[in-house]
Each structure stands twice: as structure tokens, then as C-alpha cells.
């Protein structure tokens, strides 16, 4: 069974940190793009940072020289350091690959709150 589990969100005061990690199991076909999504209520989702398979990455402007995405080693798991968080960084973190042959799978999400 394909899954993605994200972990590592939560509450944090504004200037602080989270990790956030996502493990991708029963995945046997290549891995293409790992990415960060956001998403707010009522709002549509958006990208946050990807990394090819290559370690080419890209960022939301919004987020740039905050956050960091990684891979580990083993090549199904992703990070995503997020450094000098805002209030307005506030959101469902969503975790999503995008395999060789097309197919995007997504995680469940995991809640990122960060105080005034």
C-alpha cells in the first residue's frame, strides 16, 4: 500500500522552528519530485518547496531564506526546515511526490500553528 506520512508539525511561537519529515513506503516505481504544499481554510493549495530527484529545489518567495527542504539518504524521505516562522506561515502542510510515470500521491497533512 502507497503512503505518505508526514510528522514534525505543531505549535510554535513566531521565531521559532519546526522540522517537518515525510516517509514515503510501498513505492516501487522512481520518485521524480518530492514537494511541500500549504493550504489555509478556504484557500486553494500551494507550493511551498520541491526537490527533484536531482536536488534541484524550488520555493515560494514567501518562504525563501526561511525554509530548507532535504532529502535523506534513503531517498523516500523528505524534510523541510523551517526557520523564523510568521504567523502567517499557519497551515495544513501537505507532503506530495510525484513518480516517473505521472502518478502524484499526497500525504494526510500535518497542522503547522505558529503564535503571535
Known amino acids: 500500500q502507497v503512503r505518505l506520512v508526514e510528522s514534525g508539525g505543531g505549535l510554535v511561537q513566531a521565531g521559532g522552528s519546526l522540522r517537518l519529515s515525510c516517509v514515503a513506503s510501498?513505492?516501487?516505481?522512481?520518485?521524480?519530485?518530492m514537494g511541500w504544499y500549504r493550504q489555509a481554510p478556504g484557500k486553494q493549495r500551494e507550493l511551498v518547496a520541491a526537490i527533484t530527484s536531482g536536488g534541484s529545489t524550488n520555493y515560494a518567495d514567501s518562504v525563501k531564506g526561511r525554509f530548507t527542504i532535504s532529502r535523506g539518504s534513503a531517498k523516500n524521505t523528505m524534510y523541510l526546515q523551517m526557520n523564523s516562522l510568521k504567523p502567517e506561515d499557519t497551515n495544513v502542510y501537505y507532503c506530495?511526490?510525484?513518480?516517473?510515470?505521472?502518478?502524484?500521491?499526497w500525504g494526510q497533512g500535518t497542522q503547522v500553528t505558529v503564535s503571535s
Open positions: 506530495k511526490v510525484e513518480l516517473d510515470n505521472g502518478l502524484l500521491i
Open positions: 510501498g513505492i516501487i516505481r522512481r520518485i521524480n519530485v
